[in-house]
Nanobody, 115 residues
Framework: QVQLVESGGGLVQPGGSLRLSCAAS????????MNWYRQTPGKQRELVAG???????NYKDSVKRRFTISRDNAKKMVYLQMNSLKPEDTAVYYC?????????WGQGTQVTVAS
């Protein structure tokens, strides 16, 4: 079955950096678009960044020029490099893909930006 496992979250000071990783299994990874979402309590999950199977990327406006999504098809990994982090980036971050009429989600990794 499809599994997505995130790692790399943690506590970081404002202005700091983190790199999130997502390991995928159960899919022909190179054929799938991959996304990073985030969610804070009481709010809907929101798309932060996406990368197509061809490598095209898109970003939520508030993270452009600070976050970079990338993928390694050989390792079946997708990454989110987050720089210049702000307190408002605090959230649980989820790895996502979809295919065959189904959405697949990881368990999430907490990112907390605070001094």
């Amino acid at each position: 079955q499809v599994q997505l496992v995130e790692s790399g979250g943690g506590l970081v000071q404002p202005g700091g950096s983190l790199r999130l990783s997502c390991a995928a299994s159960g899919i022909i990874f190179r054929l799938y678009a991959m996304n990073w979402y985030r969610q804070t309590p009481g709010k809907q999950r929101e798309l932060v960044a996406g990368i197509t199977s061809g490598g095209s990327t898109n970003y939520k406006d508030s993270v452009k020029r600070r976050f970079t999504i990338s993928r390694d098809n050989a390792k079946k990994m997708v990454y989110l490099q987050m720089n210049s982090l702000k307190p408002e980036d605090t959230a649980v971050y989820y790895c996502n893909t979809y295919g065959g009429g189904s959405d697949y989600w990881g368990q999430g990794t907490q990112v907390t930006v605070a001094s």
